[in-house]
């Protein structure tokens, strides 16, 4: 699903063939003698757990820092402390990561290190500025030494207070870091504006063509859905017992990080997250199409499937492709279970007006219509009682399954992300039995 304009995503999304105009690197200063009198940080994983710290402190409203970064002693200093470790950061980069540039970066000609610059800061300090460019080049140089990308929009929803609800302080600052570096284009960064399907729990092995290599899947740490015409072949694992895919990418990162693949056991099994960007994709179509075609073991069960879409239009397409499949080149039918928010539960949350949907009655329409396609397509019960679901929504205004995660709070002490999908899953568990003894 893609959000709405007014909710981190404005209509002047950045190209990634942005250029920068190098003619300002004059009014550059080096980074060297801007931070000497800081007290350094030791190695990356401690430089790591600065910028987390930091980061949190701040959005909790810590003492001695204040809203937006403003300048104050303790914030000013432990953004120095940053600039230090950046600076050691990079020049450490010098024999692997910067010479994979596809652009010259220059070397000073004294220490043979790469020439690194930091902009020319003579009147209030910014430590706001530091906090930002310093995360992008850390984020940039292991982009580069995984062989991955990095995403505007998934580091927006990752680091709100950072970069605020649009596109233009991550731009700012992404150019500054250009000029940096002296790179050109923020694809010489491997930086892009959108980002593709994501997949979060171990248990997947693709090998890709040509190379060979192997690329596995990871129980914390989302990978990004391969190019299909990269992949050779592909193995699930037989541990495996249950696939969720969310039409929202930028969640599967907050799953991922309070490790819901652990804690989401279906059948006291591990299972599969896969994270969209809200439109239906050749590379999660694929995956997801080789999922419900592989061939298991006698003694291994198919994945138990499950999906969360908003009732939106993006939404709507992704279950008309998840319960009929799309001729020619998307899923054979793979029985889906749609986990969403029942209407009669919706006082039972008490969720805020914030949340309702402002849909115009042609919108409305156009919905209604993609739900009954549904069920022309799949007339089972389980489908009649989806499209039910979803038109109430819609009448109620509440079409936002996965927006009212956040005022979910069933399980004391647990995320309500993985709240929200232990209940769903729970549920679905036990219409199941229900079903089960009624036909017995």
């Known amino acids: 699903m893609s959000e709405s304009s007014s909710d981190y995503a404005p209509s002047d999304v950045p190209s990634d063939d942005d250029q920068v105009d190098l003619s300002m690197a004059r009014g550059f200063t080096r980074l060297m003698g801007s931070v000497d009198d800081a007290e350094p940080i030791q190695s990356d994983d401690e430089m790591a757990d600065e910028i987390r710290s930091f980061i949190q402190e701040q959005e909790e409203g810590a003492p001695g820092f204040h809203p937006g970064f403003d300048e104050g002693d303790n914030t000013e200093t432990r953004a120095r402390r940053l600039l230090y470790a950046v600076r050691n950061q990079i020049l450490a980069f010098s024999s692997n990561t910067l010479e994979q540039l596809s652009f010259p970066v220059p070397r000073d000609s004294g220490s043979g290190y790469f020439a690194v610059y930091w902009p020319t800061l003579d009147l209030t300090p910014q430590p706001g500025l530091y906090i930002r460019m310093t995360l992008l080049v850390i984020l940039i140089a292991n982009a580069f030494n995984t062989g991955t990308y990095l995403y505007l929009r998934e580091l927006i929803y990752e680091f709100p207070s950072l970069w605020g609800r649009g596109y233009r302080i991550i731009t700012e600052t992404l150019e500054l870091v250009q000029k940096l570096l002296g790179a050109p284009h923020r694809s010489d960064l491997n930086i892009r504006s959108e980002e593709g399907s994501v997949l979060v729990g171990a248990g997947v092995t693709f090998k890709l063509r040509g190379t060979g290599t192997l690329v596995k899947s990871d129980a914390v740490d989302p990978i990004n859905l391969p190019d299909p015409a990269r992949v050779a072949s592909f193995k699930i694992a037989g541990d495996l017992a249950w696939l969720l895919i ?91 279970h749609h986990l969403g928010l029942l209407p009669s539960r919706i006082p039972e949350f008490c969720l805020p007006a914030s949340n309702r949907l402002v849909l115009s009655e042609v919108t409305k329409a156009k919905l209604a219509n993609l739900a009954n396609r549904l069920l022309e397509r799949d007339p089972t019960p389980e489908t009649e009682a989806l499209r039910q679901e979803t038109l109430a929504l819609l009448r109620l205004g509440y079409g936002m399954y996965i927006q009212a995660v956040n005022h979910l709070t069933h399980l004391p002490g647990v995320h309500p992300y993985i709240s929200f999908f232990v209940c769903m899953v729970q549920q679905w568990h036990q219409r199941q039995l229900e079903g089960e003894g009624q036909a017995a």
């Not at 969310?246 to 652990?262: G, H, M, N, P, Y």
Request: one cysteine or more.
């Open 246 to 336: 969310i039409d929202k990418r930028c969640f599967v990162r907050v799953l991922a990080d309070t490790r819901a693949s652990e804690l989401l056991l279906h059948f006291g099994k591990p299972g599969l997250i896969v994270g969209t960007n809200g439109m239906v994709d050749l590379a999660t179509t694929h995956f997801l199409d080789a999922v419900q075609g592989w061939q298991y073991p006698p003694d291994q069960d198919p994945l138990t499937m499950f999906s969360l879409c908003d009732a939106d239009g993006g939404g709507m397409i992704w279950m008309d492709l998840l319960l009929r499949g799309r001729p020619g080149n998307g899923l054979n039918g793979v029985t889906v």
